[in-house]
């Protein structure tokens, strides 16, 4: 019924720069939170960036200064711009939200498909 799809990720040399863009849609009541996760094989997945409904946005340590999150509620969207990127952000990044479906349901976590970001010379 909610369907997250993100989307932005490709190949770029160290320095260069990324946005990635997710949108949310489908039956949905209200949206608490939105952000992006990333992941590398061997590793588990961990929170790079969110925002939360009252605009508050929260980094992992190592993007701070060269990530922006970012959210438009009125076209239910998040964006992740990346600029100075480095080798080591290299993995697969994905767009997460937490959302209520009713009025008097509670919270529940939506993950997109994933998208692929490669900082290699």
């Known amino acids: 019924q909610v369907q997250l799809v993100d989307s932005g990720g490709g190949l770029v040399q160290p320095g260069g720069s990324l946005r990635l863009s997710c949108a949310a849609s489908?039956?949905?009541?209200?949206?608490?939170?939105m952000g992006w996760y990333r992941q590398v094989p061997g590793k588990q997945r961990e929170l790079v960036a969110n925002i939360i409904s009252g605009g508050s946005a929260n980094y992992v340590e190592s993007v701070k200064g060269r990530f922006t999150i970012s959210r438009d509620n009125a076209k239910n969207m998040v964006y992740l711009q990346m600029n100075s990127l480095k080798p080591e952000d290299t993995a697969v990044y994905y767009c997460?939200?937490?959302?209520?479906?009713?009025?008097?349901?509670?919270?529940?976590?939506?993950w997109g498909q994933g998208t692929q970001v490669t900082v290699s010379s």
């Open positions: 489908g039956s949905i009541f209200s949206i608490y939170a």
């Open positions: 997460h939200a937490r959302i209520s479906l009713t009025k008097y349901s509670g919270v529940r976590d939506y």
